[in-house]
């Protein structure tokens, strides 16, 4: 690549920057190329390389790790967008290993087994930027703090129900609400609340809005649900067992891509959700126990 | 009657854009559909993913109203995807991938390599000197003769005018410098503040 004597890689401007450009865009898990090749033809922004869609990963139990180096490579060499991996909470050396495969983001996620149940990684410490999932608005200013740029809701990923992701977004976006009618000695009371550096917090009431770009994951099946997060406040979506799991994955994949740009048009999203067949069957939350919920891992 | 930026909202950096022209006074719109291109005076194509876009673009049924535009006048400003999307041709883009034909340059997509190479910098402009955010940035291989150059970063040019259409391989919006937005919207008949 071309550089002058000026020229730094891996700021948080960059980093920061990229989140900016997937916005208003549709990330898709994809675990083989063709796949991914399905994904960047009905418009993805970029997809997420993996070996098991969470739907599965629910299904077969058992510690869920990085995936493979050489499966992530073949999805990066079969498409031109961004390509995306999942590392286990607080594990850097997956993280390191992700960056020097040149992926062009990081999700630090719930979805696999955590390795480390206090620290998440430090995200400052990689040129590859970050996303984190969070339920709350003290969990993602906490990430933010350890360097993510990016943050999703962490929905309840592999169950086909939006109703987790959509807590999420209402507490994250509320809070948010709220914090920019508080006056300066109410942040404090935020801060310790939240469990956050109140630096974040005061920058929140200062600017109204979240320091890093807010996504909606977790439970998107249809062209509905990923318009239903976006006008929640959510900037872009996530769809991981949602497309693949479905009947027909590629004309589903193109219609969420629309639903996503059109999101606050009745009649466009009325005309994508025709004829899709079969969404994924999807789970409801009185089916699965505290213990199988992907959500409540991350500190 | 005021002048208004139409910025195209189908995917990317939009949001970026619009408070970069709201930053300096100008009335903004966000463009998805064609009946939101015709109350516009000029359209701002912000960076994202080119092919993501050229989808929506035929989807919505925005591309050919934008090529009419374009042809009749129309200032029109494209930052990374954005630039691709104006180009006379791309290199390494997809090959259903269409472009507008609007400025004579030839684009390689991410040709500055992947998100870890992503660098900010700065750059020689019209404008004196800026700061340049590039992202997975698209490269200007070749310049037509009708084209001017506006910026280089070394040797190389990054940001480009033919007639009415600019095009930047970087992303001023990210920069919190509106000097280029300004140029931008200079090239209104009616330069309109609200």
Redesign the interface.
């Given at each position: 690549?071309?550089?002058?004597n000026?020229?730094?890689?891996?700021?948080l401007?960059?980093?920061r920057?990229?989140a900016?450009?997937?916005?208003?865009?549709v990330i898709m898990d994809v675990v083989t190329p063709e796949q991914a090749r399905v994904a960047?033809d009905?418009?993805?922004?970029?997809v997420m390389a993996l070996e098991r869609v969470p739907a599965d990963i629910r299904r077969d139990g058992g510690v869920a790790r990085m995936s493979d180096p050489e499966m992530i490579e073949a999805i990066k060499a079969s498409v031109?967008?961004?390509v995306m991996a999942k590392a286990r909470i607080g594990h850097f050396v997956e993280a390191q290993i992700l960056?020097s495969l040149?992926?062009?983001?990081v999700d630090e996620s719930e979805v696999l087994t955590p390795a480390d149940e206090k620290h998440h990684i430090d995200k400052f410490a990689f040129?590859?930027?970050f996303v984190c999932g969070a339920t709350n608005l003290g969990e993602a200013l906490r990430r933010v703090s350890e360097g993510a740029c990016m943050i999703r809701s962490k929905g309840e990923a592999g169950t086909g129900n939006i109703v987790e992701a959509v807590r999420h977004l209402r507490s994250i976006f509320g809070d948010i609400r709220k914090i920019t009618q508080a006056d300066a000695s109410e942040l404090f009371d935020w801060a310790k609340n939240l469990q956050a550096p109140l630096p974040l917090v005061q920058e929140i009431a200062e600017t109204g809005k979240f320091p890093v770009p807010i996504f909606c994951a977790g439970g998107i099946a249809t062209p509905a649900d990923a318009a239903l997060a976006m006008q929640l406040g959510a900037?872009a979506v996530f769809v991981g067992s949602g497309i693949f799991k479905s009947d027909d994955p590629a004309p589903r994949a193109?219609a969420i891509?629309?639903a996503?740009?059109?999101f606050r048009?009745p009649q466009i999203l009325a005309k994508v959700s025709r004829g899709l067949g079969a969404p994924m069957t999807g789970i409801g939350m009185d089916e699965i126990n505290e213990a199988q919920k992907f959500a409540s891992r991350g500190w | 009657m005021n002048s208004c930026v139409g910025v195209l909202?189908?995917?990317?950096?939009?949001?970026?854009h619009c408070e970069s022209l709201a930053s300096i006074g100008i009335k903004t719109i966000e463009v998805?559909?064609p009946e939101q291109l015709a109350n516009v005076d000029a359209l701002l194509m912000p960076?994202?993913?080119s092919?993501?876009m050229s989808?929506?673009l035929e989807?919505?049924g925005l591309f050919d109203p934008i090529a009419a535009r374009i042809a009749n006048g129309m200032p029109t400003f494209g930052t990374?995807?954005g630039m691709i999307l104006l180009s006379s041709e791309i290199l390494?883009?997809?090959s259903d991938q269409r472009s507008f034909n609007a400025i004579d340059v030839s684009v390689r997509?991410?040709a500055?390599?992947?998100?870890?190479?992503?660098?900010?910098?700065?750059i020689d402009t019209r404008v004196g000197q800026f700061h340049g955010?590039?992202?997975?940035a698209p490269r200007i291989e070749r310049v037509g003769p009708e084209v001017e150059v506006l910026g280089r970063?070394?040797d190389?040019p990054v940001l480009v005018q033919q007639g009415k259409v600019m095009a930047a391989s970087f992303?001023p919006e990210?920069s919190h410098d509106v000097r280029l937005h300004e140029y931008f919207v200079s090239l209104m008949p009616t330069a309109g503040k609200v």
């Open positions: 690549m071309s550089s002058t000026s020229s730094s890689v891996g700021t401007r960059v980093k920057g990229l900016e450009m997937l916005k208003g865009g960047e009905a418009g993805a922004c970029a031109r967008i961004p960056e040149g992926v062009d983001f040129t590859v930027p900037e193109k891509v629309e996503t740009t059109h048009d | 909202a189908l995917q990317g950096a939009f949001a970026a998805r559909t960076g994202g993913e092919s993501t989808q929506l989807s919505s990374c995807a390494d883009g997809r997509r991410n500055f390599g992947r998100q870890v190479d992503s660098f900010e910098s700065d955010v590039f992202i997975r970063l070394g190389e992303h990210l």
